[in-house]
């Protein structure tokens, strides 16, 4: 089974708009990390936010925001005022307690931000 | 330099040919790892050095042969590769220990080509 999945291959958001990037996992471990990553075209993967499993409060960076549902297995990405440099690739991924040097990744999505 | 570099960025190869690929971190990490991250594909984690010791090996082939000198450099001996092995190839690095909190930081990728 997919440890991450991320069903929307690609999303549109207008300039200036929030737009939620969905991201369920799989995971029978009790302590686990979730991270989003970014990734230009240019191609280094960005750490963008992480949310850890006991962490009862949802993470915020800035103008990203990660809708953590425990019981529902799911971290979506919220970006706020989208700005067209935010255009890229974002993967959610996540790290178990057990074999922790692993880091899933999903497919990803590409998320063009419109003028 | 900040952060984490890799050389080269681009690199056509034949399938008789032998090249490395070189990371260097400047992060004080102790962990370091490659990742292939094919079209359509999740990133694949391919090695883990922690303070240069092995500790993964995703069945990776043998024509990928992973060197850690120093806890600062990884490199990626490549040789007799397949036109499947084309893809863009990653480096990052953390602080060891395999912790969930532990965010990895990614350099730019060496695209590769192999003819």
């Known amino acids: 089974a997919q440890k991450i999945t991320q069903t929307q291959p690609g999303m549109f958001v207008q300039e200036k708009e929030a737009v939620t990037l969905d991201c369920t996992y799989d995971?029978?471990?009790?302590?686990?990390?979730l991270f989003w990553y970014k990734q230009p075209s240019s191609g280094e993967m960005i750490f963008l936010i992480y949310?850890?499993?006991?962490?009862?409060q949802n993470a915020t960076e800035g103008r990203y925001s990660l809708n953590f549902q425990k019981a529902r297995k799911s971290a979506n990405l919220v970006i706020s005022a989208s700005q067209l440099g935010d255009s890229a690739m974002y993967f959610c991924?996540?790290?178990?307690?057990?074999?922790?040097?692993?880091?899933?990744f999903g497919t990803g999505t590409r998320l063009t931000v419109i003028p | 330099e900040t952060g984490v570099t890799q050389t080269p960025r681009h690199l056509v190869m034949g399938m008789t040919n032998k090249k490395s690929l070189k990371c260097e971190q400047h992060?004080?990490?102790?962990?370091m790892y490659w990742y292939k991250q094919s079209a359509k594909k999740p990133l694949e984690l391919m090695f883990v050095?922690?303070?240069?010791?092995?500790?993964e090996n995703n069945s990776v082939p043998s024509r990928f042969s992973p060197e850690c000198p120093n806890s600062s450099h990884l490199f990626l001996h490549l040789h007799t590769l397949q036109p499947e092995d084309s893809a863009l190839y990653l480096c990052?690095?953390?602080?060891?220990?395999?912790?969930?909190?532990?965010?990895?930081?990614f350099g730019p990728g060496t695209r590769l080509t192999v003819t």
């Open positions: 990052a690095s953390s602080q060891a220990g395999g912790s969930v909190f532990y965010e990895q930081y």
């Open positions: 995971t029978s471990d009790p302590s686990y990390g």
């Open positions: 949310q850890g499993s006991y962490d009862q």
């Open positions: 991924a996540m790290r178990e307690e057990t074999g922790a040097n692993n880091l899933f």
């Open positions: 992060l004080g990490h102790n962990a």
């Open positions: 050095y922690n303070f240069k010791e092995q500790t």
